[in-house]
């Protein structure tokens, strides 16, 4: 988070106020196809557009994708992902983890990875799944596959 100093004045005093400016946000929706696709996408764009209000955070941009979530190359993910690598947000916020995909080992890896970036996925009902998955997470899960025949 970003913090720069501004000038208050009360009577006439000027003081000095910490205020946090606030953070950038990409939000990304998906639908799988057919009659849902306006109806779905509007959906989770008013509900991330609520969570992001709500948590005082300024959208910068947004991408969406029509097609099922088995595999991350989807313009919409790549936009997102190039914002995140760029500096230019930090929060990423999504309906649901399954928005982003379907395939949970290509979920967790490409969570994994715009947590390296720095950016953080957020859900529309307050889970910070970056977080909630770790870096402990991933070390067991190394470890599990390593016992594996």
């Known amino acids: 988070m970003c913090k720069y100093k501004v ?3 009360y009577r006439g005093d000027p003081r000095a106020q910490t205020v946090q400016e606030p953070e950038k946000a990409w939000v990304y929706y998906r639908v799988v196809s057919g009659s849902e696709n306006n109806i779905g996408l509007q959906v989770q764009r008013e509900a991330a557009l609520q969570y992001a209000a709500k948590h005082n955070l300024v959208i910068v941009g947004e991408s969406s994708d029509i097609g099922n979530g088995l595999r991350l190359d989807r313009p919409g993910v790549e936009k997102m992902l190039a914002a995140v690598k760029s500096g230019n947000v930090s929060k990423v916020i999504i309906r649901n983890i399954d928005r982003l995909g379907r395939d949970v080992a ?3 890896d490409f969570i994994r990875q715009i947590g ?7 859900t529309t ?4 799944i970056t977080r909630l998955l770790g870096n402990d ?7 599990e596959l390593m016992r594996l025949p």
């Open 116 to 122: 390296e970036y720095g950016g953080i996925v957020l």
């Open 125 to 128: 009902d307050g889970n910070d």
């Open 7 to 9: 000038a208050a004045y």
């Open 106 to 108: 290509t979920t967790l």
């Open 137 to 143: 997470f991933y070390s067991r899960i190394r470890e």
